[in-house]
Nanobody, 124 residues
């Protein structure tokens, strides 16, 4: 079973920075597209940024120029560097990934997985 474990959330003042991490634990064969999503109270979950296996990225307009998504394929870890944080960035941030698992004698089909979420609060 795959687990995606997020870390790095917390309370930060407006204009501050945080770095989120998402580590995949399992006998990973390959991780394809990875992404960060967020959900603020009373709102729908929205895409923040995605990074594909080749390294191409896309960002929500609201975070362009402030957030940077990256990944380390050797450690099956994804990051989100968040700078110039605003109160409207306050949300639970979720890690998402398309993963296939090495079962030894075979490789599973690709499935989509979610992390448990980490709270980011931007407030003075």
């Amino acid at each position: 079973q795959v687990q995606l474990v997020e870390s790095g959330g917390g309370l930060v003042q407006p204009g501050g920075s945080l770095r989120l991490s998402c580590a995949a634990s399992a006998r990973i064969f390959r991780i394809y597209t990875m992404g960060w999503y967020r959900q603020a109270p009373g709102k729908q979950r929205e895409l923040v940024a995605v990074i594909r296996s080749g390294g191409t990225t896309n960002y929500a307009d609201s975070v362009k120029g402030r957030f940077t998504i990256s990944r380390d394929n050797a450690s099956n870890t994804m990051y989100l560097q968040m700078n110039s944080l605003k109160p409207e960035d306050t949300a639970v941030y979720y890690c998402n990934a398309d993963i296939s698992i090495d079962r030894g004698s075979y490789v599973t089909s690709t499935r989509n997985y979610w992390g448990q979420g980490t709270q980011v609060t931007v407030s003075s």
